[in-house]
């Protein structure tokens, strides 16, 4: 079983910065993807992006690439979303994941382990 904690989330200014982490606990860290998504209210959660088990790899929703950078340390078993140039249509519950694969994926049925959240809000 794995345990995700978030934080860092808070109320930010368009145009800019927060930095998301989430601490696992439970199986090793360094054998899984991790993933972050995001809730509007009233919408669907989407995945914001996602990273191999090393770190070597990473993927992006269009809506944020070039804005956010996902990263992960595996001897602090953390990975983090750096979120810069943020808009008010960030604005939403972000949760990170941790997958079934190694690799990254799109796929949030691969996403078995989830973080309670951490709300993010941008204001124009």
């Known amino acids: 079983q794995v345990q995700l904690v978030e934080s860092g989330g808070g109320l930010v200014q368009a145009g800019g910065s927060l930095k998301l982490s989430c601490a696992a606990s439970?199986?090793?860290?360094?054998?899984?993807?991790m993933g972050w998504f995001r809730q509007a209210p009233g919408k669907e959660r989407d995945l914001v992006a996602s990273?191999?088990?090393?770190?070597?790899?990473?993927y992006y929703a269009d809506s944020v690439k070039g804005r956010f950078t996902i990263s992960r340390d595996n001897a602090k078993d953390t990975v983090y979303l750096q979120m810069n140039s943020l808009k008010p249509e960030d604005t939403a519950v972000y949760h990170c994941?941790?997958?079934?694969?190694?690799?990254?994926?799109?796929?949030?049925?691969?996403?078995?382990?989830w973080g309670q959240g951490t709300q993010v809000t941008v204001s124009s």
């Open positions: 994941a941790g997958a079934r694969t190694m690799g990254w994926t799109t796929r949030s049925v691969e996403y078995a382990y």
């Open positions: 439970g199986r090793t860290f360094s054998t899984y993807a």
């Open positions: 990273i191999s088990w090393s770190g070597g790899s990473t």
